[in-house]
């Protein structure tokens, strides 16, 4: 019974966590990378040529900080605008609250955040404009900002992830409930022999 829970969990994290990440920030193929910020020049526009097939492309926005950065849903660090034939095609803004902070070169170097955009799904063939700017966020110092754009990304089906986590509160929950059980079964103890009347 313990090697049924522990299945369910290794299944639980993949599905609920693992799969998911993993889809969102590494499928699909990288069209390129492009700087739209150099401190202390301005924010350039970027025009990408996609094709049809290239659907779905992820866009994401790498921001590298001068000094550590605490992100908050309250707070905008950059915004992001993506059109097509003068439509708006994405709009966001970018907190990077969920963003895990990475460093390039050694462990003191600069912090980089990743944040999405969204994806271009479907997609036209011609040329989309990428306008990245800064946000609303207070003494913030940024260093760089990179667009990236990935080609033919998964797209995540975000129903997996409820039956994923429930599979994973059910295996710990049945492997606490055998823990339990095996701690409260009583060891058979042989009675002590009486000396005496």
Do not use: C
Not at 13 to 34: C, D, Q, R
Not at 125 to 146: R, S
Not at 162 to 185: D, H, Q
């Amino acid at each position: 019974m313990r090697f049924v829970f522990l299945f369910l969990l290794v299944l639980g994290v993949v599905f609920g966590i693992g799969g998911p990440w993993a889809a969102l920030n590494f499928s699909g193929e990288e069209i390129g990378t492009w700087r739209v910020y150099d401190r202390p020049g301005p924010y350039k526009s970027v025009t990408v040529t996609l094709k049809a097939e290239d659907a779905p492309v992820r866009a994401f926005v790498d921001m590298q900080t001068l000094r550590n950065f605490i992100p908050t849903v309250s707070r905008t660090a950059l915004t992001a605008v993506v059109t097509h034939n003068g439509k708006d095609v994405l709009v966001e803004t970018l907190n990077y609250t969920g963003s895990k902070a990475t460093n390039k070169g050694s462990p003191q170097g600069q912090q980089i955040y990743r944040d999405e955009i969204g994806d271009i799904n479907p997609a036209e063939d011609g040329d989309y404009l990428f306008t990245i700017g800064p946000g609303d966020f207070d003494g913030l110092e940024v260093a760089h900002v990179d667009l990236v754009l990935r080609k033919n990304a998964s797209i995540v089906d975000w129903r997996i992830m409820p039956a994923g986590i429930a599979l994973i509160v059910i295996s710990i929950v049945g492997l606490l409930f055998l823990r339990r059980r095996r701690k409260a079964t009583p060891v058979s103890v042989p009675p002590q022999s009486k000396w005496g009347r």
